[in-house]
């Protein structure tokens, strides 16, 4: 795949994969050049983040898992709160899931908690609480792949194994000049033996952790800030001009809109939640009963729904508002709707959501949501319905 701003390049011009060995542009074959001016950068500049400057692989892994899809602003508030109450591997492995959840709630990307608790347990039950110290070993726990595993062989470990997230295949693609596609699995692939080669035996935790920071604060996906790059006189992307045109990667599909419609039913000063099944999207966690569709149906129609869907007498139905919220691969559009429950409610009906069959209910005050593992789109659709009240 050829970019028309990568055409008529000269010497040093843009890279073409074609095998698993490639020519790597400016750089050359040695590590010792790009290895030696990022870990002197990252030795200056590097965010005070508090995951850093510790080889403790338990600290290491739940920083990991966390920051996967997730930016560092966000995570940091997660991390402190996550670690405060769970400061040991031993400590995660004993809780509860319902409580790794909520203390989870509203990072999303939810079987990342699930995987990092099976984890946790793996390492106690299999491993006596001994993190294993090999990227082969690390691969046996549970949502720990080959990035996972490299970040904290290296940064624990003192491992000489390579990382390779999108900041990394940023980073190198830039510096080579790369003309390939990286969302193509063989260009992958040489993007990660391109990253074993330039791992130093001397810190390549600081090393993995400059090429991600690199491509975390300067060499960023657009606008790179190349006057301020440690890297700039090896770049060949900086040496022709191609920054902001690499790297080339496939276009992302928009994604599609599932209409639901969701409802806050409350009895006295309580709400009706339900509980996800596994396998699905949030599974798991708790959230309002929510049927599917974009239909706006009358009040009698809602009434007769919410009767034989839940076995529940409920009246005064108003439409509250419309709550959006983007996931990675589609947008839900949900119309929120209120309504009183004035018959019996020591039985309610569990109906089917979009994944299965919700598995429990619960009647809780609204306030409560904020102890429970609730979504972030479940407080977004609670205060546009209790706004009003």
């Given at each position: 795949?050829?970019?028309?701003?990568?055409?008529?390049?000269?010497?040093?011009?843009?890279?073409?994969?074609s095998g698993p060995a490639f020519a790597e542009s400016r750089v050359g074959d040695s590590a010792a050049?790009?290895?030696?001016?990022?870990?002197?950068?990252?030795?200056?500049?590097?965010?005070?983040?508090?995951?850093?400057?510790?080889?403790?692989?338990?600290?290491?892994?739940v920083s990991e898992l966390m920051l996967q899809q997730t930016q560092v602003g966000t995570v940091i508030?997660?991390?402190?709160?996550?670690?405060?109450?769970?400061?040991?591997?031993?400590?995660?492995?004993?809780?509860?899931?319902?409580?790794?959840?909520?203390?989870?709630?509203?990072?999303?990307?939810?079987?990342?908690?699930?995987?990092?608790?099976?984890?946790?347990?793996?390492?106690?039950?299999?491993?006596?609480?001994?993190?294993?110290?090999?990227?082969?070993?690390?691969?046996?726990?549970?949502?720990?792949?080959?990035?996972?595993?490299?970040?904290?062989?290296?940064?624990?470990?003192?491992?000489?194994?390579?990382?390779?997230?999108?900041?990394?295949?940023?980073?190198?693609?830039?510096?080579?000049?790369?003309?390939?596609?990286?969302?193509?699995?063989?260009?992958?692939?040489?993007?990660?033996?391109?990253?074993?080669?330039?791992?130093?035996?001397?810190?390549?935790?600081?090393?993995?952790?400059?090429?991600?920071?690199?491509?975390?604060?300067?060499?960023?996906?657009?606008?790179?800030?190349?006057?301020?790059?440690?890297?700039?006189?090896?770049?060949?992307?900086?040496?022709?001009?191609?920054?902001?045109?690499?790297?080339?990667?496939?276009?992302?599909?928009?994604?599609?809109?599932?209409?639901r419609r969701v409802f806050v039913l409350r009895h006295q000063d309580r709400v009706l939640l339900v509980?996800?099944?596994?396998?699905?999207?949030?599974?798991?966690?708790?959230?309002?009963?929510?049927?599917?569709?974009?239909?706006?149906?009358?009040?009698?129609?809602?009434?007769?729904?919410?009767?034989?869907?839940?076995?529940?007498?409920?009246?005064?139905?108003?439409?509250?508002?419309?709550?959006?919220?983007?996931?990675?691969?589609?947008?839900?559009?949900?119309?929120?709707?209120?309504?009183?429950?004035?018959?019996?409610?020591?039985?309610?009906?569990?109906?089917?959501?979009?994944?299965?069959?919700?598995?429990?209910?619960?009647?809780?005050?609204?306030?409560?949501?904020?102890?429970?593992?609730?979504?972030?789109?479940?407080?977004?659709?609670?205060?546009?319905?209790?706004?009003?009240?």
């Amino acid at each position: 795949m050829k970019n028309k701003h990568l055409q008529n390049t000269k010497a040093c011009g843009p890279v073409s994969l074609s095998g698993p060995a490639f020519a790597e542009s400016r750089v050359g074959d040695s590590a010792a050049g790009l290895a030696s001016l990022l870990t002197a950068w990252y030795h200056k500049a590097k965010r005070d983040l508090p995951w850093r400057d510790t080889t403790d692989p338990y600290t290491i892994l739940v920083s990991e898992l966390m920051l996967q899809q997730t930016q560092v602003g966000t995570v940091i508030p997660y991390f402190q709160r996550f670690m405060a109450r769970f400061p040991t591997v031993q400590a995660l492995a004993a809780a509860d899931l319902q409580e790794v959840l909520r203390l989870w709630a509203g990072l999303g990307y939810y079987r990342r908690a699930r995987h990092l608790h099976n984890a946790a347990k793996y390492v106690v039950t299999s491993y006596n609480g001994v993190f294993p110290s090999t990227v082969a070993g690390l691969l046996e726990l549970p949502g720990v792949g080959r990035y996972t595993a490299g970040a904290v062989a290296s940064i624990a470990f003192g491992q000489a194994e390579p990382v390779v997230d999108g900041n990394v295949m940023r980073v190198l693609a830039r510096v080579t000049n790369l003309d390939a596609n990286i969302s193509l699995t063989q260009t992958k692939r040489n993007l990660w033996e391109l990253a074993a080669r330039h791992v130093p035996a001397a810190a390549p935790g600081d090393y993995n952790q400059a090429l991600m920071e690199l491509g975390a604060t300067v060499c960023r996906p657009r606008n790179p800030q190349c006057p301020l790059c440690p890297v700039g006189r090896i770049c060949g992307a900086f040496a022709h001009g191609t920054q902001n045109v690499l790297p080339i990667k496939s276009a992302k599909a928009k994604p599609a809109t599932v209409h639901r419609r969701v409802f806050v039913l409350r009895h006295q000063d309580r709400v009706l939640l339900v509980q996800r099944p596994k396998g699905c999207t949030w599974e798991e966690l708790w959230e309002f009963p929510a049927w599917p569709g974009a239909k706006a149906p009358g009040r009698a129609e809602i009434t007769r729904e919410l009767g034989a869907g839940l076995g529940l007498q409920v009246t005064l139905v108003r439409r509250a508002g419309r709550v959006e919220h983007q996931l990675t691969h589609r947008s839900l559009a949900y119309e929120v709707y209120c309504g009183q429950v004035t018959g019996p409610v020591a039985t309610v009906r569990l109906p089917p959501c979009e994944s299965g069959t919700y598995v429990a209910h619960r009647w809780v005050r609204p306030g409560a949501l904020d102890h429970l593992p609730v979504a972030r789109m479940t407080h977004k659709i609670a205060a546009v319905a209790l706004a009003q009240e």
